[in-house]
């Protein structure tokens, strides 16, 4: 699923030392990954490389066997919104829209997950009610205004827009650092769930090590780059 190899990022050219740099890194398909390691130590970097909103410095950033590194941005652009669901720290979800539009518009802009999200049900709203619904968010709130939501309800928006369309990865960055323990723990179980359904990798990124237990497997990015 992901290969990087000798990746290095400097935001500037002349940076003496580069923000990060990672000799090896691979996640096999269907891996449920704990990203963890405090601020300032790479993982936004790491997430925006994955996800092609940047480019690495030297070496080879490959997911499904496409070199992000090769790309051109409007590429990357295309390869992310065919490939790979986000679930945002802040959810990034669109205040004017009802929770059903923000999940439709999560593959409103790639017909490989379009044609996906039709292979589990009829239409794209009833795919987006399925998903609602298995994350937990009831029937009641699906036409509301997103923003009257409580942040739990709009953290299952943000996971919900994330899957619908069966992406091959997931990112998820620090999604439940509004939540208390009971309900963190509650909520990734959800994920790993709708995980297994939709055959998705997920990458899951956050600097509170007490989730680690709940993950078949933990990367510490500190760890990963001083083994260079």
Same mark, same amino acid.
């Given at each position: ?13 002349? @940076? ?43 070496? @080879? ?20 919104? @065919? ?136 990367? @510490? ?8």
């Amino acid at each position: 699923m992901i290969n990087l190899t000798n990746v290095t990022f400097k935001w500037h050219k002349n @940076d003496k030392a580069p923000t990060l740099s990672i000799s090896e890194l691979i996640i096999k398909k269907g891996q449920h990954v704990f990203l963890h390691g405090p601020s300032g130590s790479g993982k936004s970097t790491l997430l925006a490389l994955l996800g092609g909103i940047n480019t690495a410095t030297s070496g @080879d950033v490959v997911i499904l066997s496409q070199n992000l590194n090769t790309q051109s941005n409007t590429k990357r652009d295309a390869f992310r919104a @065919d490939h790979i669901g986000t679930i945002f720290q802040n959810f990034n979800l669109l205040p004017y829209l009802t929770p059903l539009e923000n999940v439709v518009l999560g593959c409103q802009f790639s017909k490989i997950r379009q044609r996906q999200a039709l292979k589990h049900s009829t239409t794209l709203t009833k795919e987006a009610k399925r998903l609602l619904n298995a994350l937990g968010l009831s029937e009641q709130q699906y036409n509301k205004n997103v923003a009257e939501l409580s942040t739990g309800q709009q953290q299952r928006v943000a996971a919900a827009r994330a899957f619908i369309g069966s992406p091959e990865l997931i990112i998820a960055d620090e999604p439940t650092s509004a939540l208390d323990t009971q309900n963190r723990e509650s909520f990734i179980k959800l994920l790993f769930e709708q995980a297994k359904y939709s055959n998705s990798t997920l990458m899951f990124v956050s600097h509170d090590e007490s989730l680690k237990p709940l993950f078949d497997r933990s990367v @510490d990015l500190i760890s990963l780059q001083e083994q260079l």
